[in-house]
């Protein structure tokens, strides 16, 4: 952690200021400033600290650590204002506080957004110390965009409270579609990001080519628009459905809670088509209202008797059936001084039925109600010109709109993603994160690494890199479990690998995952097997299915074997063609069973392959025997370690002195930092 000082104060007699400052410096870089307890990710800010032991820091003479006595007090005093420190992200400071805690970066975001937008962030003094001379709106934009990783955490807070749609009002259009695009990075979903640029490309081209067209083809564009279909985080993010939200603003909230919410979902192949055909004909439905607006203007001409003579108004209305196609007034051809200011259709007046006298045009029929919506689904946002008319003008009058047109069928979403007006989700109160808890088997977080090692997942530096299709979190339990002689099932640690996967009570590792039916070990997996000698790999045809196994005792081949005229041999070496280049082996025939039994389900079968592997490769890497598992066990999983959790964290602080050499110099437990396909920071500490 990292501890700042924004003020300190020394009195005394007789003190040099520089060398006064120079030594007290010496002495707190030498003391222990981090409260004892606290999450590695969270953020304490404390008001005022006094010397919990006045006299007692040698600041005359020059001394590396302050006296023990000190020291012990100092951390007694911060751990007193840590137990008083309060939470913004769980309800209003009280005035007195002298702390306030962040468990990690997501609640600091929320909370500097939220009080933004009420209007209280400037009266805060954490504020000002965490962001000094800075303008706390403009901060919450470059906060949000600069660590777009915690982007989703934070919506799904501020959503919690109900206050998804004023936070999302301080970013511009321009701002949401940036902050999304760095969430899909950051997220795994850059093919996203991609698509949706794209798309807003294609959506300008329309707007333009549209507007070089005749009457004519708008009207009919107008009358062939529909209504947007269900947006297909619409299930489970019923807050994207508050108006006066921006389709860029409402793509980003969809998109970041769906990645909370339903993270296997928005994970999904037909995710990105589903978000795609979603925008696509939302902005066909935008364009058409657009169109509808400039094709409104029409040309009434009232006569108002035979005293006043007939005279020519602007009146903003649908075209009704029968009407006259002239060509309209537009406001860019009206006198700059008859431009009345722009009002949204919601503020405009609504205007009387024409009195007894008036008529209108032959051609026109007559008038008799307000202004009517348009036959849209969504509000439309585009400025309504009102009527226009001198002051000794005649009451105006408007055209009803037409009916609705039959709107044309939508279209499903994508297989495998179906959308829903049912909500599925209802956001639940806030966890209890952050407190440790201490588990046996804090080395099952070391495989995680493996994973990452197999290439089976990405890590921040490979974010678009495609990760298995089952959650990381499950991955470690059901990997554990398989290589712990004794499961240990009341360990919390299995708790915690359900929660942050997400899985419900009951619901087993791996329940959604579905395995593949054949099994080929790719052929970076073997290069930690060359030897010098040639070794027999073995290779047997039972029951339809070829199998190969190395002689470290796991399966380089278990496929369904095709049924053509080629001889037995002549299959095996066609399939083992790839593993020829860099490896030296023998072929033998002989008895290869299955790694499972028969009756096996597919996530079993899947595991029977991959475990023995897994096994056979830690075992040769941690220098213990293969059939040795309680070594395995003993080097590897069983330690003791202190897990703090959080919406965005993973902290697990372990003993340095009981970190095994073997452990450290196979790699197995350096810092992994952000998951993208878990949404969360992995961190090993030592202690």
């Known amino acids: 952690g990292r501890t700042v000082i924004g003020r300190l104060r020394l009195r005394g007699t007789d003190l040099d200021p520089l060398s006064a400052k ?34 007692v820091l040698p600041v005359r003479q020059f001394t590396p650590v302050p006296p023990p006595a000190w020291d012990e007090a100092f951390r007694a005093a911060l751990g007193a204002q840590l137990a008083r420190a309060a939470r913004p992200a769980q309800g209003p400071v009280p005035p007195g506080a002298e702390a306030v805690l962040f468990l990690d970066p997501s609640e600091l975001l929320a909370c500097l957004a939220s009080d933004v937008w009420r209007g209280t962030a400037a009266v805060h003094w954490w504020w000002k110390g965490l962001f000094p001379s800075a303008d706390l709106a403009l901060r919450v934009v470059a906060e949000w965009l600069r660590r777009p990783e915690y982007v989703p955490a934070a919506l799904e807070a501020v959503a919690r409270r109900s206050e998804a749609r004023p936070v999302l009002s301080l970013f511009t259009g321009d701002e949401a579609r940036t902050l999304l695009a760095r969430v899909c990075v950051t997220q795994g979903l850059p093919a996203l990001a991609s698509a949706l640029g794209a798309l807003e490309e294609e959506a300008a081209r329309d707007e333009v080519v549209l507007e070089s067209q005749p009457r004519a083809v708008k009207e009919e564009r107008v009358a062939a628009s529909g209504t947007v279909p269900l947006a297909p985080w619409e299930s489970w993010v019923p807050e994207a459905r508050a108006s006066g939200l921006g389709k860029e603003h409402r793509t980003l909230l969809g998109v970041a809670l769906m990645l909370r919410r339903a993270p296997l979902e928005a994970r999904h192949a037909a995710f990105i088509p589903a978000v795609v055909a979603w925008r696509r004909e939302e902005a066909r439905v935008a364009l058409a209202e657009r169109t509808h607006e400039s094709v409104r203007s029409v040309k009434v001409t009232l006569e108002a008797g035979p005293e006043s003579g007939a005279e020519e108004v602007q009146v903003l209305a649908p075209r009704a059936a029968g009407a006259r196609a002239e060509q309209p007034v537009v406001p860019d051809q009206m006198e700059p001084a008859a431009l009345p200011s722009p009002v949204r259709a919601s503020e405009a007046p609504m ?37 226009h008319t001198e002051a000794s003008a005649t009451p105006s009058v408007v055209m009803p709109a037409p009916e609705p047109t039959s709107a044309p ?79 240990r099932p009341s360990d919390p640690v299995w708790k915690v690998l359900a929660l942050l996967s997400g899985r419900r009570p009951g619901e087993a590792p791996g329940h959604a995952f579905e395995p593949p039916d054949e099994w080929r070990v790719p052929e970076i997996w073997l290069r930690a097997f060359r030897t010098q000698a040639s070794p027999a790999w073995t290779w047997s045809l039972t029951d339809g299915r070829l199998r190969v196994r190395h002689p470290a005792g796991f399966l380089v081949l278990d496929i369904l074997a095709p049924e053509s005229a080629d001889s037995t041999e002549a299959l095996v070496r066609r399939e083992l063609a790839p593993f020829t280049t860099g490896h030296t082996f023998t072929l033998e025939p002989g008895d290869v069973p299955a790694p499972t039994a028969s009756e096996a389900t597919p996530l079993e079968r899947w595991l029977g392959w991959l475990s023995p592997y897994v096994r056979a490769r830690l075992s040769r890497a941690l220098g213990v025997a293969p059939d040795d598992a309680e070594a395995l066990e003993r080097t590897l999983l069983v330690h003791d370690a202190r897990l703090h959790l959080t919406e965005t964290h993973v902290d697990v602080v372990l003993a340095l002195a009981q970190l095994p050499l073997e452990v450290r110099v196979a790699g197995l437990d350096r810092d992994i930092g952000w998951i993208p396909s878990a949404g969360r920071h992995l961190t090993f500490h030592f202690e």
Request: contains cysteine; negative net charge.
């Open 22 to 55: 120079l030594r007290l410096e010496s002495l707190l870089s030498g003391a222990h400033l981090s409260p004892v307890g606290l999450p590695p990710s969270a953020t304490v800010c404390i008001r005022r600290l006094v010397d919990p032991k006045p006299g």
């Open 409 to 487: 069928p939508v279209p499903p979403p994508p297989p495998g993603l179906m959308a829903s007006s049912e909500p599925r989700f209802a956001p639940a109160p806030g966890r209890g994160w952050g407190l440790p808890i201490s588990t046996g088997l804090g080395g099952l977080f070391y495989l995680v690494n493996v994973g990452l090692f197999l290439e089976l997942y990405g890590d921040f530096s490979q974010p678009a890199f495609p990760s298995l299709p089952l959650p990381v979190w499950d991955f470690v339990a059901l990997l554990g479990q398989r290589l712990l002689g004794e499961a």
């Open 351 to 387: 205007l009387e039925p024409a009195p007894p006298g008036v008529t209108a045009d032959a051609s026109t029929p007559a008038l008799t109600s307000p202004l009517a919506q348009p036959p849209f689904a969504a509000p439309i946002e585009a400025p309504v010109w009102p009527v």
